[in-house]
């Protein structure tokens, strides 16, 4: 028995569930089209490159949240959710999470992007536990800000601890899977790290590292998990 943390976007999913869910407010018109548009790009720029400022993208991302009624956000999620985000889900990323599965491993998704637009993401690959950026809610609406600490660099280690220590798993085996850079913290922290599809720094890092590199695109089998 082991622990299986996954990130999200571009590991799980073929794509980013941040951006999209960006562009699905751009296209439904609940953000300025222009201006949103231009800033959620030269934030994922950032991210990209690894220098992204989390608190300053957490007040633009979480804005819309609080902008608008629970309702029409619930309603517009649903919509993203079988337009957006079904499409870009892997079959070799539920094989491998099968395989996780049947093992008796403990599956978490651990994701900066926030819990509203990921909870519905994790529930549909099967997968309860979620450790992801927590935006606030006061008298049954969002605040536009976060509680807690963002799941982003080391944050995501901070994080993680506590759910294994709250779950009493802090002596198991731990696998995580990522394909980012801003990632490399918590894979260095854990005894079998997996760069899934990585970007080039990522990869660098792996090979120089030797850790596993893994692809879940283009209806690869996933690789036997080691044990």
């Not at 590292?209 to 080691?226: F, K, M, N, S, Y």
Request: glycine content about 4%; charged content about 25%; overall charge negative.
């Amino acid at each position: 028995m082991a622990i299986a943390l996954f990130d999200l976007d571009n590991t799980l999913i073929a794509g980013d569930s941040d951006c999209l869910w960006g562009e699905y407010l751009v296209s439904c018109g609940a953000v300025d089209d222009q201006q949103f548009a231009a800033a959620h790009r030269q934030f994922h720029e950032q991210y990209v490159q690894g220098n992204l400022d989390i608190d300053s993208f957490l007040e633009f991302a979480l804005r819309p949240l609080a902008e608008n009624s629970i309702d029409d956000l619930l309603k517009w999620r649903e919509d993203f959710m079988r337009s957006l985000i079904e499409p870009i889900v892997l079959p070799a990323a539920e094989r491998l999470i099968e395989s996780h599965r049947s093992a008796g491993d403990h599956l978490a998704i651990v994701t900066a992007t926030n819990s509203f637009v990921t909870t519905p993401i994790a529930h549909r690959l099967g997968i309860n536990s979620l450790m992801a950026t927590e935006p606030e809610v006061v008298n049954e609406r969002y605040t536009g800000r976060y509680t807690g600490t963002p799941t982003f660099q080391e944050g995501k280690i901070a994080v993680v601890n506590n759910w294994l220590q709250k779950n009493d798993l802090i002596n198991l085996s731990c696998y995580f899977y990522s394909d980012s850079l801003n990632d490399i913290p918590l894979l260095e922290s854990v005894e079998h790290p997996v760069a899934v599809d990585p970007d080039e720094k990522l990869a660098d890092v792996a090979n120089k590292r030797g850790w596993r590199i893994l692809t879940l695109r283009a209806g690869e089998q996933p690789v036997d998990i080691d044990y």
